[in-house]
C-alpha cells in the first residue's frame, strides 16, 4: 500500500466512529473520578454509593461499565490489600456490603423484562464458602438474558443441592467458589448428582476467581464462565 492510500485508509474512520470513541474514551476517564475505585469500593464508602452511581449514570456511564470498570476494579484492589496485609475481614466486609449496595441499585437497568422462557438455572455458592457478589451478580446478568434463576444462597451442602435439584429439575446448575478450599466442593456435587442417577438431566457451568476451565473439564462440568458476562454465554451454549 502506498503512503497516500495508507493515510486515506486510516481517516476512513466515519465521523460516527470518531464521535462513538470519543464518547468512549470520555467515559472511561471519568469512571474513576465518579464511582472511584478509593473513595467509592475500597474505602467501603456504603452511604455514597448510591450517590457515586447516580452521578455515573448521569455522565452515561452504561451500567455494566460501572460494574466491570469501577467496582469489580475496586473489590480486587481489596483483594489484594487484604493480601498485603493492609486491610482485614471487617474492612472487606464493608467493601462487600457497598458493592452490593451498588449492585442492588444498578439491577433494574440490566433486566430485559423478558419472558424468563430461556431456561431454568439454580445457581449458588457451594459448602464452606460465603461469598456471594460474584454469584448474585452472575444471577443478575442470567435473568437480564432471560433465564428464570433459582437462587439457592451460600455455603448449601450437598445434600441439600441434590434435594433441589430433583424438587427443581433445573436445565442447568451454577456453582460458584471464591476459595481455593472449597473448589473441590463442585466435584462433589457431580459426583453426588451421578450417584443419583441425575447428572445428565441437566448441564453443570462453574466459576469463581479460582475456578479454570481446565479445572472444569477436570471434575466433569459442562462449561466454566470466567466472568458474568460469559456465564451468559455459556449458559446460552448449554441450552439444548
Ligand atoms: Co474473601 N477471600 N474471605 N471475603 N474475599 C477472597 C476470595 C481472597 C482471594 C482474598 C485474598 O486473599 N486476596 C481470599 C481467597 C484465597 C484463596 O482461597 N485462594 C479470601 C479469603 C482468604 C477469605 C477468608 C478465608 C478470610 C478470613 O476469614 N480469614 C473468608 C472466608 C469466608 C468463607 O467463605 N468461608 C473470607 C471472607 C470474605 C468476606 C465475607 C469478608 C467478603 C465476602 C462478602 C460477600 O461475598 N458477601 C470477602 C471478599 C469481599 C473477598 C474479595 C475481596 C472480593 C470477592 C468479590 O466479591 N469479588 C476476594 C478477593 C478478590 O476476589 N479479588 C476475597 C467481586 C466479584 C464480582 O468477583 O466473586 O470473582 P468474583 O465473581 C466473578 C467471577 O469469579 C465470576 O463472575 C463474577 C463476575 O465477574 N463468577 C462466576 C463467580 N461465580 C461464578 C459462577 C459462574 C460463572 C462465573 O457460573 C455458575
Not at 455514597?48 to 480486587?76: C, S, T
Not at 451454577?174 to 472449597?182: N, Y
Amino acid at each position: 500500500m502506498g503512503k497516500e492510500q495508507k493515510e486515506r485508509s486510516v481517516d476512513s474512520t466515519s465521523p460516527m466512529e470518531h464521535a462513538d470513541q470519543e464518547r468512549r474514551e470520555r467515559q472511561i476517564a471519568v469512571i474513576p473520578h465518579i464511582v472511584d475505585r478509593e473513595p467509592g469500593i475500597v474505602e467501603g464508602r456504603h452511604n455514597e454509593i448510591e450517590v457515586l452511581i447516580e452521578q455515573a449514570l448521569k455522565n452515561d456511564i452504561d451500567p455494566e461499565q460501572i460494574i466491570n470498570r469501577a467496582m469489580i476494579a475496586g473489590m480486587d484492589v481489596v483483594g489484594q490489600k487484604f493480601s498485603a496485609n493492609e486491610i482485614f475481614v471487617p474492612e472487606m466486609l464493608v467493601s462487600a456490603v457497598t458493592m452490593s449496595k451498588g449492585l442492588a441499585i444498578l439491577k433494574p437497568l440490566l433486566q430485559s423484562g423478558g419472558d424468563d422462557s430461556r431456561g431454568k438455572i439454580i445457581v449458588c455458592t457451594v459448602k464452606g464458602d460465603i461469598h456471594d457478589i460474584g454469584k448474585n451478580l452472575v444471577k443478575m446478568m442470567l435473568e437480564g438474558a432471560g433465564f428464570s434463576v433459582t437462587d439457592l444462597g451460600v455455603d448449601l451442602s450437598v445434600e441439600k443441592l441434590v434435594e433441589q435439584v430433583k424438587q427443581l429439575k433445573p436445565d442447568i446448575l451454577g456453582l460458584s467458589a471464591l476459595l481455593t478450599t472449597t473448589m473441590s466442593e463442585m466435584q462433589k456435587v457431580i459426583e453426588a448428582l451421578e450417584k443419583e442417577g441425575i447428572r445428565n438431566s441437566l448441564r453443570i457451568m462453574v466459576g469463581g476467581a479460582p475456578v479454570d476451565a481446565a479445572f472444569a473439564e477436570k471434575i466433569g462440568a459442562d462449561g466454566y464462565g470466567k466472568d458474568a458476562a460469559e456465564a451468559v454465554q455459556i449458559a446460552r451454549n448449554l441450552m439444548p
